[in-house]
Each structure stands twice: as structure tokens, then as C-alpha cells.
């Protein structure tokens, strides 16, 4: 079994930072892309940051400048710093991760189970 397990979200005030971490745990033999993406009510799901393996990175629009995606490969971790956080980017934010289970099994998505992040006017 694999577990991504996000935390960090919370209630903030308009400008304020939040960041948040993802953990994936379990059978993993190797991870690839990892990524953020968030849901607002009534949206789409949608990419907010993404980072493959080697640490090439790209940012929705409108985060860039603001939010920094991170990982540590040794800890099968990726992070997301949130600064001058604005009222819409308030959303249910998603771990997702690229991995292999297996030397011999292909690649697949997995998703974390989403931690709120809720910025205050």
C-alpha cells in the first residue's frame, strides 16, 4: 500500500504563509513527479506547483512568485511555501505523486486525502 498523508493547512489572514508537507509512505521503489494541486468549491481541480525528481519545477500563473514547491527525495517529501496568501487561494489542497510500487511495475498517480487552506480577508 501507498500513503501520501498532506498536513499543514490551516486558517490565515490575508498575507500571511502557511506551507504545507506530504508524505508518502509504504511499497515505493522510486518516485518521479510530485505535485500540488488545489479545488476551490464549485472548480475544478486544478495544477498549483509541480516538481519532477530531478527538481525542475512549474507554477500555476497565478502563484508564481509567491509560492515555492520543494522536495526531499530521502524522505519521499514534497512541500509547498505559500507566502502573501490572498482570499482565492482559499481550496482543499492535494498531494499528488508519480511513483513506481516496483522495479518491474510501471508508474501511476497517487493522491493524498487534501488538507484545507482557508485565507481570511
Known amino acids: 500500500q501507498v500513503q501520501l498523508v498532506e498536513s499543514g493547512g490551516g486558517l490565515v489572514q490575508a498575507g500571511g504563509s502557511l506551507r504545507l508537507s506530504c508524505a508518502a509512505s509504504?511499497?515505493?521503489?522510486?518516485?518521479?513527479?510530485m505535485g500540488w494541486y488545489r479545488q476551490a468549491p464549485g472548480k475544478q481541480r486544478e495544477l498549483v506547483a509541480g516538481i519532477t525528481s530531478g527538481g525542475s519545477t512549474n507554477y500555476a500563473d497565478s502563484v508564481k512568485g509567491r509560492f515555492t514547491i520543494s522536495r526531499d527525495n530521502a524522505k519521499n517529501t514534497v512541500y509547498l511555501q505559500m507566502n502573501s496568501l490572498k482570499p482565492e487561494d482559499t481550496a482543499v489542497y492535494y498531494c499528488n505523486a508519480d511513483l513506481r510500487k516496483s522495479r518491474l511495475s510501471q508508474s501511476r498517480n497517487y493522491w493524498g486525502q487534501g488538507t484545507q487552506v482557508t485565507v481570511s480577508s
Open positions: 509504504g511499497s515505493i521503489f522510486s518516485i518521479n513527479a
